[in-house]
């Protein structure tokens, strides 16, 4: 009949930023720009009853209450990302040809719990 | 990271760089042989693309919500095409001087190379520009009217030189030379093989600049003289990839 301690806030599902610079990896000589690159990632637990805040939708947060009263048979629900963000890169080719490319789905904005 | 993760050292990549490579589309670290300076076209369009990325960010709505319609992913505005990847290909081709009359009425041909091998066959050309720059004006400023482009297509490189007839080239276009303009831009898609997806590996052209002084071939030769000007060549092209392009997912009404 009692919820569950709830985990300390740094450790429910968030974004975490982290940002790869193109010279740490040895492609400054290539990449133009930008520098470098956002490498975010999402990292946390959708627990009950937090998962009802933590841009979850129903099912996740029907799956952390079943997971509150029997968790040997339903897992947590997972911490993914729910909105992501595309890049540009400018860059010389082995052709000596400049390019400039858009990739899509490149950067994690934010993380939700499903 | 460690620094195994670019080529930092010498030796075979990490498994993560060639990840990271390959979801850039790319199979191994460009190595280019001399850094060339960006040409302003591509810095203006990537600063563009990186103000629209933030514009994006600080109107994001909640997932699913109504609100403005999103901006094209793989569409190049500043150009109007549909397209994730732009390139600027450097001519090849020899260079020439404009005030060496080659034949007259004929002021200058100029041999262009391109060299598009880099283009993967399923991306789907969407602009393919020659882009000319004539170089700086002399006294007389930029070329008045009288003059004419003619572009054809280049016989293959075992004709070119020992055989070449004018016969073997297959002509593009023709047209007046705009007067008063120092950059000519010729759209080339759906030119002869330019317009075929995949785009040739390699595209060769030969450029041939006219006056047409009225048969007066010493006009021809001092209006030659008079455009005194270097020419350099390169081409636009942009590309849509299909696979790392999704469509703009359409709002719920």
């Keep these: ?114 | 990271l460690t620094p195994g993760l670019g080529r930092a050292q010498p030796g075979p990549l990490s498994p993560q760089a060639v990840a990271l490579l390959r979801a850039l589309g790319l199979s191994e670290p460009p190595a280019p042989r001399q850094p060339r300076p960006v040409p302003p076209l591509l810095w203006r369009l990537f600063r563009k693309s990186q103000e629209k990325l933030a514009a994006a960010k600080e109107t994001q709505e909640p997932e699913g919500a109504e609100g403005p319609e999103q901006a094209q992913p793989c569409h190049v505005e500043e150009l109007g095409v549909p397209g994730n990847i732009v390139r600027l290909v450097p001519d090849r081709g020899g260079s020439v001087q404009l005030e060496e009359p080659a034949l007259p009425p004929l002021c200058a041909e100029k041999p262009l190379f391109f060299n598009l091998s880099a283009l993967a066959p399923e991306e789907q050309p969407t602009l393919v520009r020659l882009e000319l720059h004539l170089g700086p004006a002399g006294a007389q400023g930029p070329p008045g009217p009288g003059w004419e482009l003619s572009l054809s297509l280049a016989p293959g490189p075992q004709l070119w030189g020992r055989q070449a007839h004018w016969h073997h080239r297959q002509l593009l276009l023709t047209q007046p030379l705009p007067p008063g303009r120092d950059t000519i831009h010729l759209d080339l898609l759906d030119l002869g093989p330019v317009g075929a997806s995949p785009l040739p590996r390699n595209l060769s052209l030969v450029l041939e600049i006219l006056h047409g002084s009225g048969g007066d071939g010493n006009g021809t030769e001092a209006a030659c003289a008079s455009l005194g000007r270097s020419l350099e060549a390169s081409l636009l092209v942009v590309t849509l990839h299909p696979q790392q392009c999704r469509p703009v997912a359409r709002r719920r009404r």
């Design chain 1, 1 to 114: 009949a009692v919820a569950p301690a709830a985990p300390a806030p740094d450790r429910v599902c968030r974004p975490h930023q982290l940002y790869v610079s193109f010279r740490d990896v040895g492609w400054h000589d290539w990449i133009i720009a930008p520098r470098g690159f956002m490498a975010n990632y999402c990292r946390g637990s959708c627990p009950f009853p937090l998962a009802t805040q933590l841009n979850s939708v129903n099912h996740a947060i029907l799956q952390s209450l079943m997971h509150s009263v029997a968790p040997a048979q339903t897992p947590l629900p997972c911490c993914i990302p729910i909105r992501l963000s595309p890049i540009s890169v400018l860059f010389y080719d082995n052709g000596d040809n400049v390019v400039l490319r858009h990739y899509e789905d490149m950067v994690v904005d934010e993380c939700g719990c499903r």
